[in-house]
């Protein structure tokens, strides 16, 4: 069975840094792309950027509104992924979510999410 | 960045019934949208891909259709386990982007 389990989420300064963590099993980590995902209360999911897999030298993208700020890395021997969050605001107060991308040749979706962490910018 | 302006944002319907869930681009996305459907206290889980394709283990209740910048997401015969909040999501360029949602309810 698939697996993804977030943790790290928690109560932060604004100006502070934060790592998130997304534990996998059940499948082939370095095989996949993996994304980062966020919503903030009431408001709707954000992509916040993912890493390549092996094929694709694990590499990575990032939206605008956290590149520069947020790092992506993964741990392929572990099979971890691992968010880096710097410079926090109130407004990435959020629950995170991790993703396993599915990429095809016309494709692309997500199609394992874990179950979230919450994390609240707040002095 | 592609925008994705879905509608409406909320809808109440009755056990039974058809609703339909409509996501705009603001420019041609080709086909490249998804949608999701999340439960309350839940994540978010894959539903339609590649526009009318059904994801696994999914109800054949639910059917994807659209082109270009105008899709759509019917529920047909309306179950009380369909009360979510619905987005859909562009996924031909970066960032991928989704829709602000649709909550649904069940009258």
């Known amino acids: 069975e698939v697996k993804l389990v977030e943790s790290g989420g928690g109560l932060v300064q604004p100006g502070g840094s934060l790592r998130l963590s997304c534990a996998t099993s059940?499948?082939?980590?370095?095989?996949?792309?993996m994304s980062w995902v966020r919503q903030p209360p009431g408001k709707a999911l954000e992509w916040l950027g993912f890493i390549r897999n092996k094929a694709n030298g694990y590499t990575t993208e990032y939206s605008a509104s956290v590149k520069g700020r947020f790092t992506i890395s993964r741990d392929n021997s572990q099979s971890i992924l691992y968010l880096q969050m710097n410079t926090l605001r109130a407004e990435d107060s959020a629950t995170y979510y991790c993703?396993?991308?599915?990429?095809?040749?016309?494709?692309?979706?997500?199609?394992?999410w874990g179950a979230g962490t919450t994390v609240t910018v707040s002095s | 960045d592609i925008q994705m302006t879905q509608s409406p944002a909320s809808l109440s319907a009755s056990v039974g019934e058809t609703v339909t869930i409509t996501c705009g681009a603001s420019?041609?996305?080709?086909?490249?949208l998804n949608w999701y459907q999340r439960k309350q206290g839940k994540s978010p889980q894959l539903l339609i891909y590649g526009a009318t394709n059904l994801a696994d283990g999914m109800s054949s209740r639910f059917s994807g259709s659209g082109s270009g910048r105008q899709y759509s997401l019917k529920i047909s015969s309306l179950h009380p386990d369909d009360v979510a909040t619905y987005y859909c999501q562009n996924v031909l360029i970066t960032p991928w982007t989704f829709g602000g949602g649709t909550k649904l309810e069940i009258k």
């Open positions: 993703a396993r991308d599915i990429s095809g040749s016309s494709t692309w979706y997500f199609d394992v």
């Open positions: 420019e041609n996305i080709y086909g490249a």
């Open positions: 059940g499948f082939t980590f370095t095989d996949y792309y």
